[in-house]
């Protein structure tokens, strides 16, 4: 069973600020602290999310909720990759004693 992406970015306190709904401050405070430094890595043009930010700009978000869509993006890309590793990891054996 795959927790869905809201779940998975709840955990990581990376929600979308709908209306009055306010803001979830809880989560993992590394792994938040991980995207946010990937996303202004990113953002500074060293890899792939520098042009994510500027399509996000062009569609009228300003720089904060840009950054925002764009955590929200590398939490379901880290995401993503952290479950094909356990998928792919061998499982581990029982010592024998």
């Known amino acids: 069973l795959t927790p869905s992406p809201a779940s ?12 009055g709904s306010g803001l979830n401050r809880g989560g ?3 792994m938040n602290y991980a995207l946010h ?8 043009g060293i890899g792939p999310g520098r042009a994510y930010l ?13 950054v925002r869509l764009l955590r929200r993006r590398l939490s379901d890309t880290v995401f993503t990759a ?6 792919h990891a061998p499982t581990a054996r029982p010592h024998a004693a």
């Open 8 to 19: 998975r970015r709840h955990g990581t306190n990376i929600e979308n600020v709908i209306g």
């Open 28 to 30: 993992n405070r590394q």
């Open 37 to 44: 430094m990937i996303a202004v890595t990113q953002a500074r």
């Open 54 to 66: 500027l399509k996000q700009q062009g569609r009228g978000k300003d720089r904060t909720a840009a």
């Open 82 to 87: 952290l479950r094909a590793d356990q998928i």
